[in-house]
């Protein structure tokens, strides 16, 4: 099943972004301003996104994000766990390569990047490209 689903811009932190092309409602998600996740900064990303995962498919586009360390990989798993916990699913889009690469040194690129996302040359649409 195909579907489009708008996601309201009621609030600034999450710019709202219409998703095509997945099977139940889901949310692309980017942190305005948050360019490392870091110690400190992971608080913030836990208190807006751990209810938003425990009611809905999330996806957080890192692409703005060019450092992580290991309090951010910890939330990163902590929103994973209470996503899975609560039957949904969480994972992140567009990593930087340096993200990417960290993720993939400690083994959380197979479980929690999401390659099949890519940004549409139109900023507010996020196409799903099919696994070949």
Do not use: K, W
């Amino acid at each position: 099943m195909t579907g489009t689903i708008s996601i309201p811009m009621d609030t600034p932190f999450f710019p709202g972004e219409e998703l095509t092309g997945l099977p139940e409602p889901h949310r692309l998600t980017q942190v305005t301003g948050l360019t490392e996740l870091v110690r400190g900064n992971e608080q913030i990303l836990l208190a807006q996104l751990s209810p938003i995962a425990r009611r809905q498919n999330i996806t957080l586009d890192l692409c703005v994000v060019e450092r992580i360390d290991a309090a951010g990989i910890a939330a990163l798993i902590a929103l994973y766990a209470a996503a899975r916990e609560a039957g949904y699913r969480f994972t992140v889009a567009n990593p930087s390569p340096h993200v990417a690469e960290i993720l993939a040194l400690v083994g959380l690129e197979r479980i929690l990047v999401s390659h099949n996302a890519v940004i549409n040359s139109h900023p507010a649409q996020l196409s799903l490209i099919p696994a070949a």
